[in-house]
């Protein structure tokens, strides 16, 4: 079994900061794959950022110089380094792991920007 959990999710302000992990634990045999998703109110589960194990990272266009992706191999973790946030950021975050020709997901956590 593999349980991938999300926190750090929240209230804040526009151009305010938040800082989201992803920690995996269970069977894990090496991750591929850590990406973050969202999904905002109404709308579909959208890419948001990821990062391989071979260093690569990759951003979507709405939010390239504002989020910073990071992973902690050692602690089977990501990160998302989210600043000057904007309303349109809001919704849930997801953490997906790509593992083993398997992909994992999270129960999301909430994020809310207020104007």
């Known amino acids: 079994q593999v349980q991938v959990v999300e926190s750090g999710g929240g209230l804040v302000q526009a151009g305010g900061s938040l800082r989201l992990s992803c920690a995996a634990s269970?069977?894990?045999?090496?991750?591929?794959?850590m990406n973050w998703f969202r999904q905002a109110p109404g709308k579909e589960r959208e890419f948001v950022a990821s990062a391989s194990s071979l260093g690569t990272r990759n951003y979507a266009d709405s939010i390239k110089g504002r989020f910073t992706i990071s992973r902690d191999n050692a602690k089977n973790t990501v990160y998302l380094q989210m600043n000057s946030l904007k309303p349109e950021d809001t919704g849930v975050y997801y953490c997906?792991?790509?593992?083993?020709?398997?992909?994992?997901w999270g129960q999301g956590t909430q994020v809310t920007v207020s104007s």
């Open positions: 997906n792991l790509f593992m083993r020709s398997v992909y994992y």
């Open positions: 269970g069977r894990i045999f090496g991750i591929n794959g």
